[in-house]
């Protein structure tokens, strides 16, 4: 195994798409790691970011292989971080070359990468490899993905396991929180809809449970320290259908929760299959690291908090 490189004995980590939900709560955490990390950013440009102070950023397509791996000679990170994915279920049906060539070929890229430079390699999965049969699902449990997006999801995870490099991947599901560009997630979502005034629908049999962004950015920080390797499942502590999540979301966020109803998944007819009970285990993340997912009020609370802090008051009056 590489040694962390050692520019002003600092570890040197790239995160691959900068405008991620994800990598915003990661670089949140991480600058607070009093400057032991140098971190540069990767993004696409697709979103737009608002770049923390003092960090360097680059305009590059990781799935393009020349592209990535003249950046990452350059920089010749310990770490990569990739948050980067294509992101729309439903559209990933239609979208096939587009969600396989970030998902899969930019992956492919990355571990390429790493095993040219003995970096590791810090991937994202989703819940979705597994076909919500029996969820909430444990590290052991066996996938069955069901959806295009999830069988791209699936095979980014194999080419991370079969790439004799060092990596770890996070399985999570439903990410929510507060970020700079107020990013679309189910808590904007459902807030933007109640904040219309008219009553709308939400599925109760789609379970998970929702994950505040900031703990999967204290789960990576944990990551990063220890260099743990393999798969650890990262959710909240709290498994709920969409409906009751929302219902939570209208609660303490002070909205009006009479303008939400049930419905159910086949009426909703998505374009993509959902894992109807799906949801992730997150013990062995919390024993290994010694911490405490959030459940949802109190996730919620963090993030009502941290958008008042930012000045969002048309969210949070
Ligand atoms: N959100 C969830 O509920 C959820 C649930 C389970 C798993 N996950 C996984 O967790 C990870 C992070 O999710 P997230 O919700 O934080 O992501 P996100 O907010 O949807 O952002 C994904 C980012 O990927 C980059 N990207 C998208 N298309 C790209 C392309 N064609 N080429 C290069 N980069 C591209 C973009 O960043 P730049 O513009 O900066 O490049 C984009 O902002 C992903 O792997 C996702 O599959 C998410």
Redesign the pocket.
């Known amino acids: 195994m590489k040694s962390f490189s050692t520019q002003n004995d600092k570890r040197i980590i790239l995160i ?10 990661i670089g949140r955490v991480l600058a607070m790691s009093h400057g032991k990390y140098t971190i540069y ?7 737009k ?1 608002i770049v923390p102070d003092g960090k360097t950023i680059f305009q590059g ?3 393009n292989r020349k592209e990535i791996k003249d950046i990452c000679l350059q920089l010749q990170p310990d770490m990569i971080i ?7 279920v439903d559209k990933s049906e239609i979208e096939r070359q ?1 969600a396989w ?3 899969v070929i ?1 992956v492919e890229n990355l571990v390429a990468i790493c095993r040219l430079t003995d970096a590791h390699l810090l ?6 490899i597994f076909d919500g049969e029996h969820g909430p699902y444990s590290e052991t449990d066996k996938p069955n993905p069901l959806g295009y ?1 999830a069988k791209t ?1 699936m095979a ?1 995870e194999n080419a991370c396991i079969g790439g004799n490099i060092d990596y770890t991947i ?7 929180g507060a ?1 700079n560009a107020l ?4 808590v904007m979502w459902t807030l933007k809809k109640l904040a219309d005034g008219k009553r709308f629908s939400v599925v109760n049999d789609q379970y998970s449970n ?2 505040l ?1 900031d703990d ?1 950015g204290c789960l990576v920080d944990k990551i990063v320290r220890t260099r743990a390797k393999g798969i650890f499942h990262a959710g909240g502590s709290d498994w709920v259908s969409r409906y009751d999540f929302a219902r939570m979301i209208a609660k303490i966020f002070r909205e009006d929760e009479s303008l939400l109803s049930p419905m159910t998944t086949e009426d909703l007819r998505q374009a993509a299959p959902r894992p109807l009970r799906g949801g992730v285990i997150p013990y062995k993340a919390e024993t290994t690291f010694g911490m405490k997912f959030s459940g949802i009020e109190s996730g919620l609370l963090t993030m009502r908090r941290q958008l008042q802090i930012a000045g969002h008051h048309e969210w949070t009056l």
Do not use: C
């Open positions: 691959i798409g900068a405008g991620s939900k994800a990598a915003e709560a950013w990767l993004t696409s440009g697709i979103s970011y397509d990781f799935t990739n948050t980067a994915a294509y992101t729309d587009k060539q970030v998902n930019g991937h994202f999965s989703t819940d979705y997006y999801k980014g996070i399985r999570t599901n439903v990410l929510y970020t990013k679309q997630d189910f929702p994950t962004i999967i």
